[in-house]
């Protein structure tokens, strides 16, 4: 028998205070409370349905010493997420139907969230062979995220026949937009600073270009294509116009690129390179403003653990990424919540209604926390303050760009189906 929860006094997405009931697997009505139910007081909580990423890395299989799916998965549940696409970029690559599977079983073997893998584009990401699509949409993993992020699908008749293929399936095309050619070698964002620092730069229009490109493509063929990290104004802009005109395109953009700037690179530590780069104040500002207004779609962590070898050397030899899923909800509090560019709904709409639409899985994630659905639930405190500590990160790795800073927010509880996998902010 699985616990009954009374969460008491609790306001969701920032509403009036009420009661909710958590029984056997779904949301039901607090006046049929059983006496023996969990009382939980929730005065000066917010209740958020259960986030979905839809851009995580998990490492396994491959680079378990960076992150397990197991590891990964806590460090999701402690972060508020019911549910994480786990990108492709294993080893070996999940381009077949047996590693999605084997990826979707280890998800739920953990127990700590659901894991949809997302399946590859191209075998083996190497951007000349379309991956067998059709299976692994077919699979148990039922995949309908495709990407060859890490890289970039470059070629433009193999992304035409990709966005085609998937269309038989209702997936979605998600790419890593970065022209191969204007980014060789490149290190930071391309500016003054760059210049300045003696890092190879990274254009804007490296970014621009590919998603111009593809949203005319997405057009072309009437299929639908995600945006993966967008993170310049250009690409802002690019976005909004192909809506404007009726592309079926959806785009995401990552906390690090709502808060931190390309200044940070002067200080040469590479817990600060990511991929794309953390750009301009400017761009930070539009990529806000085009969250708040909707051309952007979502919040996505791009969740990227390396251990600390690849990532405690000089700027240009190490690894590009950083961890995400433990200060996502807390980093979209403080740069668009409390600064009034969002209101709680907003976030449950950024954060998990529009990525399980996108990932198709509004089945079982991303539905309102309203009597009769799925008991996936995120009690949250925005009252209170805490100083990210790596160490404390449930994420087999430490590179986290937040280190010392203190951010408000705290994740107190975690339900997945009724089943609660973080109470008191601790792992169930
Ligand atoms: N974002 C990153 O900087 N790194 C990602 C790859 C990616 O998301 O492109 C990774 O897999 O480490
Ligand atoms: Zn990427
Ligand atoms: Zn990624």
Redesign the pocket.
């Known amino acids: 028998m699985s616990t009954t929860y009374l969460i008491k006094n609790v306001s969701v997405l920032g509403g009036e205070p009420t009661d909710l009931l958590l029984r056997d697997g779904v949301v039901a009505d607090a006046a049929d409370a059983p006496a023996d139910a969990e009382t939980i007081d929730a005065t000066g909580l917010i209740a958020l349905p259960g986030l979905v990423d839809l851009?995580t890395?998990l490492r396994e299989p491959g680079r378990e010493d960076a992150e397990t799916v197991e590891t990964g998965t806590r460090a999701a549940a402690l972060g508020g997420f019911t549910a994480v696409h786990a990108?492709a970029?294993t080893e070996p690559v999940a381009d077949t139907a047996g590693v999605v599977e084997q990826v979707w079983r280890l998800g739920r073997e953990a127990g700590y969230c659901d894991v949809y893998p997302v399946g590859a584009v191209t075998v083996g990401l190497e951007g000349e062979r379309l991956a067998e699509l059709g299976a692994m949409a077919d699979s148990a993993a039922r995949v309908r995220v495709f990407s060859d992020?890490?890289k970039c699908v470059s070629d433009a008749v193999l992304m035409r026949r990709a966005l085609e293929y998937v269309k038989a399936f209702d997936g979605v095309v998600a790419q890593?937009a970065q022209e191969p050619r204007l980014t060789e070698g490149a290190q930071m964002n391309e500016g003054e600073l760059s210049g300045r620092l003696g890092l190879a730069g990274w254009p804007a229009v490296a970014e621009e270009a590919i998603i111009a490109r593809d949203v005319l493509l997405a057009q072309h063929v009437g299929s639908r294509l995600h945006v993966?990290?967008l993170s310049t104004a250009g690409s802002v802009d690019i976005v909004r116009w192909a809506k404007a005109k009726g592309v079926d395109v959806t785009a995401e953009a990552c906390p690090h690129h709502l808060l931190l700037t390309d200044e940070l690179a002067a200080t040469y530590d590479p817990i600060y390179k990511?991929?794309p780069p953390l750009r301009s104040a400017a761009d930070v500002e539009a990529v806000k403003a085009g969250l708040a207004d909707g051309t952007i779609d979502i919040v996505a962590t791009?969740h990227?653990p390396?251990p600390h070898e690849d990532k405690d050397c000089e700027w240009a030899a190490a690894?590009?990424?950083?961890l995400g899923l433990e200060t996502a909800l807390s980093i979209v509090q403080q740069t668009m919540v409390d600064t009034g560019l969002l209101d709680w709904a907003g976030v449950a709409e950024r954060m998990s209604y529009a990525p399980a639409r996108i990932g198709r899985v509004s089945d079982q994630h991303g539905r309102p926390v309203e009597v009769g659905e799925p008991a996936n639930v995120v009690l949250y405190d925005p009252g209170a303050t805490r100083t990210v500590d790596p160490a404390e990160s449930a994420s087999l790795s430490r590179n986290t760009p937040y280190r010392g800073m203190e951010l408000p927010g705290r994740v107190v509880a975690t339900f997945l189906r009724g089943r609660a996998t973080v109470l008191d902010g601790k792992l169930q």
Do not use: L, P, Q
């Not at 690894?319 to 950083?322: K, S």
């Open positions: 851009h890395h990108m970029n992020d890490g890593h993966c990290h990511v991929n791009d990227a390396h690894a590009f990424g950083m």
